[in-house]
């Protein structure tokens, strides 16, 4: 009788031991945190091969032009300066045939304002001076403080009660993290990074490198190149 009762307990215990092995087998696999616990999110890195255009991604050029470059940047990255000034030549090199398309990728374990920085970019667009913020945010990084974003938005002639509001409430920081999400999927492990067309191109490349590029990616378009003066 003893040695039947000893069966029935070990079918029993063995069979709560398969349940709860099974039940652990089932469980979701934990999300990968995208940068050891310091980022902007802690969503799975899913790859991405392309950058996506989406609305409230800043650009300056025409939809249809033949060269589509993102700019993949930090406001406190010295090289992303550099390069902002080698495509603001671009665009006026270019005018009808290239556009640039902004992509926030700060590195806030590095530069303790990109993302405040970023956002304060995001609130001038707002009231459509993206663009003019930005090329203040790159020329004025060096001497960069939270108390400059409310003089730039002055000096800009924006409504300040607006900005300001923007600013506190932190309204357009989702953005910014979305293109940092973008940046890790895609792979991008420093700035500057740009895409010129499908061509990935990383580092702090001057303005005849880059007009290398442009006519290259113009000429497959069949467009005519740039004539430079002797």
């Known amino acids: 009788m003893r040695q039947s009762n000893l069966f029935i307990a070990v079918v029993i215990l063995g069979s709560g031991i398969l349940l709860f092995l099974f039940g652990l087998a089932a469980l979701s696999p934990v999300p990968t945190n995208v940068n050891?616990?310091?980022?902007?999110?802690?969503?799975v890195i899913v790859p991405l091969k392309h950058p996506t255009f989406a609305f409230g991604n800043p650009v300056n050029g025409p939809k249809d032009a033949?060269?589509?470059?993102?700019?993949f940047g930090d406001y406190q990255c010295a090289p992303c300066a550099s390069v902002?000034?080698?495509?603001?030549?671009?665009?006026?090199?270019?005018?009808?045939d290239v556009r640039v398309v902004w992509k926030d990728m700060p590195n806030q374990s590095l530069h303790a304002l990109s993302v405040d920085a970023a956002a304060a970019a995001r609130c001038a667009g707002d009231q459509g001076a993206f663009w003019e913020y930005h090329s203040l945010l790159m020329a004025q990084q060096a001497a960069l403080d939270a108390k400059?974003?409310?003089?730039?938005?002055?000096?800009?002639?924006?409504?300040?009660?607006s900005f300001q509001s923007c600013i506190d409430t932190k309204r357009d920081v989702p953005q910014v993290k979305k293109d940092l999400q973008e940046g890790l999927q895609l792979g991008i492990?420093?700035?500057?990074?740009?895409?010129?067309?499908?061509?990935?191109?990383?580092?702090?490349?001057?303005l005849e490198q880059l007009r290398g590029y442009v006519d290259s990616e113009m000429a497959k378009a069949g467009k005519p190149q740039l004539q430079r003066k002797p």
Do not use: E
């Open 36 to 43: 050891g616990g310091a980022s902007l999110s802690d969503r």
């Open 66 to 71: 033949a060269v589509t470059i993102f700019s």
């Open 189 to 206: 492990d420093a700035t500057p990074y740009l895409f010129i067309n499908d061509r990935a191109v990383k580092g702090d490349i001057g």
């Open 84 to 96: 902002n000034d080698a495509l603001t030549q671009i665009r006026k090199d270019y005018p009808n």
């Open 148 to 161: 400059n974003f409310t003089s730039m938005a002055a000096q800009l002639g924006l409504n300040i009660d």
